[in-house]
């Protein structure tokens, strides 16, 4: 007697799981969990090295950790997200996986839920490790974080897109990791910047849209733009137009999940079409 | 009626300019072990990767028990335990994992994988291997725990890509074994296998599909191999070295449709009785020590592909 076959659903969550299994066992993640670490604790112990120690208000504290915060989701959308699609072919497991009675879109949905969630729940850790170390030097409960968490999740969603786009052209895992990285750090960079220069406003751009992450603390916006009058006034220079504008979530935020929900989409019409 | 097992309508894929399956049709029988023959670039991995759902076809169908695998996957690879080229495994799970995972996707509960995964194990002989990690086994034990995953919750259809490649000698023989254990014990199997080995079809299979550029040149029974149109083969030993002249008094016999040296020996395709080829090479007086019947797959093989250059 034939088993039933189990729903979508049910097969997803299977797929997310050893997506999972394969990324906690793999030295990528020994060396993304060692670099969490490596930034918390540099961040915290060096300025005690040196003599001063930590100081400022929670949120000071709060917003100097989270300035990290964009190059980690950067990192784990280059270990994770940009091999999900490609390793298949390239280690010939798809002979294996894709041959049984599982749709494309379930396997597609199940790499992602699994990079993002790895991605994802990395991060809440580090605001919660954040915060906790905030609270324990200055005394003060920073209660302004949500929105700047939210920021993040979006952008985990973001380069998760960006990478399996590029996972589902590329043949080599190697390549993808490069090219995933060169594109979120410099490419998109490069186009904002020329953008901008044209006198273009580029709050749709991931780089910009990301700024949302450090720029919806209120703390950090106003040291920010305390640091920049006084730095200005040493210098006898008006730096009003270089002053941080607090973040605008909903522009920020919707630009991000359109860049993970065009990306995605496309890297699924890419993946879905690829033969082995 | 119920549908047949394998279906195959019009089946065609292009690559670029090149034809690698052409206009390709065959049903597949129930309960049958069909054996897919054909020469290197023949189209046989093609039409098997179209019906397990690893590329899609230019034009035309594959079925599996009435399913369109292109348009219902999920439906028409259920029951299906497949075995394509020497698939890798993901490296940092056991045999043991890999049942659970796979036996998962496929809807078995894991009681049902768990009292599985031993005896298959057993059976394709990964018994003290079950809890090592993949990442550490040759090429010929994946390819047994390839097998081994085709077994999980008994299918009904099987498709094995040349399943004893790469296998040492010993390793080939033991997973015919199984795949002859499996013919034996299972009431409800359909088996395909495409291979190179003729021997190991005719070993196995109780059809055969041959293909070439692309096109199905013949599919039937494999004890039709031998009769079909009447062809036989014999092979003849001669006395002294066979030369040209003795090929061409043999080649002057009327029934005769070929004759071919193979080293020592003179293969000679022909129409009709036996006893009349015996007598009249005996009367030739080309000094014939010795009759024996030949390969007739081989030799059927070897015309059709000729053929159908």
Not at chain 1, 54 to 79: C, K, P, Q
Not at chain 1, 212 to 227: C, F, G, H, M, R
């Amino acid at each position: 007697m034939m088993t039933e076959t189990p729903d979508d659903l049910t097969q997803t969550y299977m797929v997310a799981k050893n997506e999972v299994i394969k990324f906690l066992r793999s030295r990528k993640f020994m060396l993304y969990g060692l670099l969490v670490v490596a930034i918390v604790a540099l961040m915290t112990l060096l300025p005690y090295a040196l003599g001063d120690g930590l100081s400022g208000s929670g949120g000071d504290i709060f917003s100097g950790y989270i300035g990290y915060a964009s190059l980690l989701v950067l990192l784990g959308a280059t270990l994770f997200a940009s091999y999900s699609i490609v390793s298949e072919f390239e280690e010939r497991t798809a002979l294996i996986l894709f041959t049984r009675p599982l749709r494309k879109s379930t396997i597609f949905l199940g790499k992602f839920a699994a990079c993002f969630a790895l991605t994802g729940v990395v991060m809440v850790l580090y605001y919660a490790v954040s915060l906790v170390i905030a609270f324990a030097v200055s005394g003060e409960l920073v209660t302004s974080f949500a929105p700047s968490l939210v920021m993040c999740l979006l952008y985990v969603f973001a380069t998760t897109g960006v990478a399996m786009l590029i996972s589902s052209v590329m043949k080599k895992g190697g390549t993808s990791a490069v090219m995933t990285f060169v594109t979120i750090l410099l490419l998109i960079s490069v186009v904002s910047a020329v953008m901008s220069a044209s006198g273009i406003d580029t709050w749709f751009m991931l780089d910009s849209a990301a700024s949302s992450i450090t720029n919806s603390i209120p703390e950090y916006v106003a040291s920010s733009n305390d640091l920049l009058v006084q730095v200005g006034q040493e210098l006898g220079v008006d730096m009003s137009g270089s002053m941080i504008e607090p973040a605008d979530c909903v522009a920020s935020g919707g630009a991000m999940a359109a860049w993970g929900l065009v990306t995605l989409a496309l890297a699924y019409l890419r993946f879905s079409r690829r033969e082995f | 009626m119920e549908p047949n097992p394998i279906e195959l309508v019009g089946l065609r894929k292009e690559y670029g300019g090149f034809t690698a399956v052409d206009d390709l049709s065959l049903a597949i029988r129930r309960n049958s072990f069909t054996g897919l023959l054909g020469p290197n670039g023949a189209g046989k991995s093609t039409t098997l990767k179209i019906l397990t759902h690893l590329i899609r076809p230019t034009s035309g169908m594959a079925f599996i028990n009435g399913y369109d695998v292109s348009e219902n996957p999920k439906e028409a690879l259920a029951g299906v335990g497949t075995v394509i080229e020497t698939p890798e495994f993901y490296g940092y799970l056991t045999p043991r994992e890999t049942f659970r995972y796979i036996g998962g996707i496929i809807g078995m509960s894991p009681e049902a994988v768990s009292s599985q995964t031993d005896e298959i194990l057993e059976k394709v002989r990964m018994t003290d291997w079950a809890d090592k990690k993949l990442s550490t086994f040759s090429k010929g034990m994946r390819q047994r725990i390839a097998l081994g995953q085709a077994l999980l919750d008994d299918p009904s259809v099987i498709i094995l890509d040349e399943p004893t490649s790469g296998l040492d000698p010993r390793g080939m023989a033991e997973i015919r074994e199984v795949l002859k254990d499996l013919r034996r014990d299972t009431s409800d199997l359909t088996i395909v296998m495409s291979s190179h080995m003729l021997h190991e079809v005719q070993d196995l299979c109780d059809r055969v599909a041959m293909v070439n550029h692309g096109r199905l040149v013949f599919n039937d029974d494999i004890s039709a191999v031998s009769t079909v149109a009447g062809l036989e083969t014999m092979v003849l030993k001669t006395e002294s070295s066979p030369d040209e002249a003795m090929v061409g008094r043999l080649r002057s016999l009327s029934y005769v449709v070929d004759v071919d040296l193979n080293g020592s020996d003179v293969v000679i395709r022909f129409r009709g009785s036996r006893s009349r080829l015996f007598s009249d090479v005996a009367a030739l007086g080309i000094g014939a020590c010795g009759l024996s019947e030949g390969d007739s797959l081989e030799s059927k093989y070897l015309e059709l592909i000729k053929e159908s250059r």
